[in-house]
T-cell receptor, first 111, second 111 residues
Framework: GENVEQHPSTLSVQEGDSAVIKCTYS??????FPWYKQELGKRPQLIID?????GEKKDQRIAVTLNKTAKHFSLHITETQPEDSAVYFC??????????FGAGTRLFVKA | DAEITQSPRHKITETGRQVTLACHQT?????MFWYRQDLGHGLRLIHY???????NKGEVSDGYSVSRSNTEDLPLTLESAASSQTSVYFC??????????FGQGTRLTVV
C-alpha cells in the first residue's frame, strides 16, 4: 500500500524565520496532496492542498510545492508567527478516495 | 451549516467490553473514514466507506468493525476492547478527491 514519510518530526524556528516540512510518497498514481494543521486538543483542518497537474501553490504565507517525478512535496511557511505552532500533517490520496497521512511534524515558533 | 460530529467525546471502558463510537455527518459526503491518533504515529486509517453498504479495512483494522446503513453515519465498534486501543479516534468525511472534514475526536481509555 501507499507509504508516506514526513520529515522532520520536530521543527523549532525563531519567529519570522521560514519553516519547511517535506513528505515523500510511494504510489505514483496519487494525485491529491493536502496539508492539515492540528492545534493542541483540536481536530485537523486543511490549510492548503495541491493536485498533480500543478507544481506549486501559494496562499499568503504558506506554499506547497510538488515534484511528481521524485514523489515528494513540501510545505513552506514564511515569516512564521507564534500562532503557527502546531502539528502539521501531509496526506496523500491513494487509489480511490482513501487518504493516508504522514506521521506529523510538531512545529514550535519561538517568540 | 454542515458538520461532522462524534460521540461520546470521552469514554472510559474496561478491557473486554464492546464499545461503539458514533460519527454523524451532514455534508452528504459519500466517503467516511475512521482514524486513530497516537503519539509518534500520526493518523492511522482503521476503516473507510465509499457509500452505503460499502466498508473497507484500513491499515490498523484488527479488533474494529464498521457498518454503513445510511449516508450520514459510520459507527465504529471495538468488539472486545484492549488496552492497546486506548487512543484518540477521529472520524472524517470527504467527497471524491477533495478536502476531508474531521469530527472533534473521541478520547477512549481502556482500563
Amino acid at each position: 500500500g501507499e507509504n508516506v514519510e514526513q520529515h522532520p518530526s520536530t521543527l523549532s524556528v525563531q519567529e519570522g524565520d521560514s519553516a519547511v516540512i517535506k513528505c515523500t510518497y510511494s504510489d505514483s498514481a496519487s494525485n491529491y496532496f493536502p496539508w492539515y494543521k492540528q492545534e493542541l486538543g483540536k481536530r485537523p483542518q486543511l490549510i492548503i492542498d495541491i493536485r498533480s497537474n500543478v507544481g506549486e501553490k501559494k496562499d499568503q504565507r504558506i506554499a506547497v510545492t510538488l515534484n511528481k517525478t521524485a514523489k515528494h512535496f513540501s510545505l513552506h511557511i514564511t515569516e512564521t508567527q507564534p500562532e503557527d505552532s502546531a502539528v502539521y500533517f501531509c496526506a496523500v490520496y491513494t487509489g480511490g478516495f482513501k487518504t493516508i497521512f504522514g506521521a506529523g511534524t510538531r512545529l514550535f515558533v519561538k517568540a | 451549516d454542515a458538520e461532522i460530529t462524534q460521540s461520546p467525546r470521552h469514554k472510559i471502558t474496561e478491557t473486554g467490553r464492546q464499545v461503539t463510537l458514533a460519527c454523524h455527518q451532514t455534508w452528504n459526503h459519500n466517503n467516511m473514514f475512521w482514524y486513530r491518533q497516537d503519539l509518534g504515529h500520526g493518523l492511522r486509517l482503521i476503516h473507510y466507506s465509499y457509500g452505503v453498504q460499502d466498508t473497507n479495512k484500513g491499515e490498523v483494522s484488527d479488533g474494529y468493525s464498521v457498518s454503513r446503513s445510511n449516508t450520514e453515519d459510520l459507527p465504529l465498534t471495538l468488539e472486545s476492547a484492549a488496552s492497546s486501543q486506548t487512543s484518540v479516534y477521529f472520524c472524517a468525511s470527504s467527497q471524491d478527491r477533495d478536502e476531508a472534514f474531521f469530527g472533534q475526536g473521541t478520547r477512549l481509555t481502556v482500563v
